[in-house]
């Protein structure tokens, strides 16, 4: 939902090309069908998986790694040919390939609009409250939220790592759906609701819808003032301007 939203409007209505709003949707790969797919079968192709040290499981290893080379290999390809990403990176969501693709586009200079929302786990407070005089369901929660872990996240405060590798101007608190809905009719989803609860502080739809006019800046710690973001190179490729050449491919 929050792809198609996004992807729907401040993307495709502002002439820019989105390559995927979902993971399972990903453009067609020119000579190659279905290169790089996932489906339905994807998780029962890694319940497949074997550590045997037999033939048999070097087999199926190799199966699985050359499979799954086209997914990783079509992703990382989306990133090159992209000029910036949208990442959504809740902090209690376990993920390998986003931040492969976030590190890549950050090598490549490019930037990347980090959405780290706020984390709670508001049933969590509730079976709390429920087994407050429970010594053992009590006992056997806290152990439940060590091996988990369920970690809240109030402040939505991205991993540290991150910090540095994104930038402090690229990241969000939450989408901002909200004054919009009106506008384009939008359906409310569970992840509407929450921003309702909590509104964001840095909403990332009106700064996508502003790239249109203007591009973004970044504080300078030395100046003490905003200053040009040279992360956003976007090329204006015009016709007949010295330094850009546009041509058919058929050509």
């Known amino acids: 939902m929050v792809g198609e939203i996004a992807s729907a409007f401040f993307f495709k209505d502002l002439d820019v090309s989105c390559l995927t709003r979902d993971p399972w949707k990903k453009p067609d790969v ?23 040290d037999s033939k048999k499981g070097a087999q199926t290893r190799s199966r699985l790694t050359g499979k799954f080379w086209e997914t990783l290999h079509i992703d990382l390809r989306m990133v090159d040919t992209s000029d910036f990403i949208v990442a959504y990176c809740p902090t209690n969501v376990y993920s390998v390939g986003t931040p492969h693709e976030i590190a890549l586009c950050r090598q490549q200079r490019k930037p990347v609009l980090f959405v780290s929302p706020p984390v709670e786990f508001p049933t969590l407070e509730l079976l709390r409250d429920h087994l407050n005089e429970d010594e053992v369901g009590t006992k056997l929660l806290r152990a439940l ?34 004054p919009y809905r009106k506008r384009f009719g939008w359906p409310k989803s569970p992840l509407d609701r929450r921003e309702l609860a909590r509104a964001p502080q840095r909403p990332l739809l009106p700064f996508l819808e502003s790239l249109s006019k203007k591009l973004p800046q970044k504080w300078d710690a030395k100046y003490k003032r905003y200053t040009r973001n040279d992360d956003w190179l976007l090329w204006d490729l015009q016709p007949k301007r010295d330094g850009a050449e546009v041509t058919s491919p058929s050509k």
């Open 30 to 52: 020119l000579g190659l069908h279905d290169y790089g797919r996932e489906g339905l079968d994807t998780v029962a192709a890694r319940n497949q998986w074997s550590f045997e």
């Open 145 to 178: 939220q060590a091996e988990v872990p369920i970690k809240p996240n109030a402040a939505g405060i991205p991993s540290l790592w991150y910090m540095p590798l994104v930038g402090g101007e690229s990241f969000f608190d939450g989408f901002g759906f909200e």
